[in-house]
């Protein structure tokens, strides 16, 4: 199975909002209602940002919304800070049973 | 406190086997499903597979079907991830890391990560 398509890159100003889409087939984005979001900064491992499309674990900012349209799934960080650089991943739930992670989009707070 | 602790890194030959670890604990073992993710350096994330150690079910993606093993040892609460011969191209950090039964993709916590250095 294909990774998810990302875009390589996104970049915003501190307190705008960006969105990060996450492109895939009906066989995963758009056939489940399972898609996550990770954060990863250099050299840490990922952490879970959204679940289940929209849901936000506790402790995660609600800076962090989550949507999905079709087979694509949109993650939304409002108010940008300087803290939120880093790589996010989107993976979807397939269905073979198993996920497939995006190719990942590297965010800069300018 | 959950935790999910891996196994430290090593360094192997190319045509060598591996066998890595992911200890848990906090939680119920067979609770939760426990997937591996590789990382090879400088790129992204990759699902290899996943286990349900209540079971032993085990789904792995088609790019590493037939190419690791994943089992656990519910006894000792114990996740691991195996090669039978490795490759230069299997060079990466390799997480663990715990997802809910009724949430496909909730992965809400990590191990540190394993680092797998295959060089001749």
């Known amino acids: 199975q294909s990774a998810l398509t990302q875009p390589a890159s996104v970049s915003g100003s501190p307190g705008q909002s960006i969105t990060i889409s996450c492109t895939g087939t009906s066989s995963d984005v758009g056939g489940y209602n399972f898609v996550s979001w990770f954060q990863q900064h250099p050299g840490k491992g990922p952490k879970l940002m959204i679940y289940?499309?929209?849901n936000r674990p506790s402790g995660v900012s609600n800076r962090f919304s989550g949507s999905k349209s079709g087979n694509t799934a949109s993650l939304t960080i409002s108010g940008l800070q300087a803290e939120d650089e880093a790589d996010y991943y989107c993976?979807?739930?397939?269905?073979?049973?198993?996920?497939?992670f995006g190719g990942g989009t590297k965010l800069t707070v300018l | 406190e959950v935790q999910l602790v891996q196994s430290g890194a090593e360094v192997k030959k190319p045509g060598e086997s591996l066998k890595i670890s992911c200890k848990v604990s906090g939680y119920s073992f067979t609770n939760y499903w426990i997937a591996w993710v590789r990382q090879i350096p400088g790129k992204g994330l990759e699902w290899m597979g996943i286990i349900y150690p209540g079971d032993s079910d085990t789904r792995y993606s088609p790019s590493f079907q037939g190419q690791v093993t994943i089992s656990a040892d519910k006894s000792i609460n114990t996740a691991y991830l195996q090669w039978s011969s490795l490759k230069a191209s299997d060079t990466a950090m390799y997480y663990c890391?715990?997802?809910?039964?009724?949430?496909?993709?909730?992965?809400?916590?990590w191990g540190q990560g394993t680092l797998v250095t295959v060089s001749s």
């Open positions: 993976s979807s739930y397939t269905s073979r049973r198993t996920g497939v």
């Open positions: 289940d499309v929209t």
């Open positions: 890391t715990r997802r809910e039964l009724y949430h496909p993709l909730r992965f809400d916590y």
